[in-house]
T-cell receptor
């Protein structure tokens, strides 16, 4: 069955620390992958997306993600986090179908 | 601003009551979705509508019905609310070509 897994459920970092959130997917073919962010009390917003081409994808607010096909991974990274990055982050994926599957989310808390 | 509008934002129901959650998008998207978000479980798809006139079940459809009223509007109905339906509900529409979703601001529903 198709699935998206996020193994880090809670992450706590100090400001200026580097961030990497893991995401693994189970699709075997061409896949569309996304990272969404949900700030406290708000709806989900798209951070970045991957369809094809350059496996290193840059998104908004200094975030980037790398698609590694051999590892079925699409990890989210940011070199230096800020307090304002405190949020919940969701990885999602689909194979060009109408439905995307979401991971269970990672809650990031950045300490000032 | 273009986007997805959900109403109401908050609702408290008694067990057995019914209600309809409204969703409208003004981006001329074909596909629309209803998700529920529960702590530690990410987003789970309730129903979706690939295009006007069609609806399909997602992962957790039991206890819900939907109506795709026209291209803009996609409503979710709880016929007889149960405490297990306490959740945050998000409506989304899908950008053409699979360029991710735009989400509404959510409805926080409590069933007592």
């Amino acid at each position: 069955a198709q699935s998206v897994s996020q193994h880090n459920h809670h992450v706590i970092l100090s400001e200026a620390a580097s961030l990497e959130l893991g995401c693994n997917y189970s699709y075997g073919g061409t896949v569309n992958l996304f990272w969404y962010v949900q700030y406290p009390g708000q709806h989900l917003q798209l951070l970045l997306k991957y369809f094809s081409g350059d496996p290193l994808v840059k998104g908004i607010k200094g975030f980037e993600a790398e698609f590694i096909k051999s590892k079925f991974s699409f990890n989210l990274r940011k070199p230096s986090v800020q307090w304002s990055d405190t949020a919940e982050y969701f990885c999602a994926g689909g194979m060009g179908t109408y439905k995307y599957i979401f991971g269970t989310g990672t809650r990031l808390k950045v300490l000032a | 601003n273009a986007g997805v509008t959900q109403t109401p934002k908050f609702q408290v129901l008694k067990t057995g009551q019914s209600m309809t959650l409204q969703c409208a998008q003004d981006m001329n998207h074909n596909s629309m979705y209803w998700y529920r978000q529960d702590p530690g479980m990410g987003l789970r798809l309730i129903y979706y509508s690939a295009s006007e006139g069609t609806t399909d079940k997602g992962e957790v459809p039991n206890g819900y019905n939907v109506s795709r009223l026209n291209k803009r509007e996609f409503s979710l109905r709880l016929e007889s609310a149960a405490p297990s339906q306490t959740s945050v509900y998000f409506c989304a529409s899908r950008h053409p070509g699979g360029y991710g979703y735009t989400f509404g601001s959510g409805t926080r529903l409590t069933v007592v």
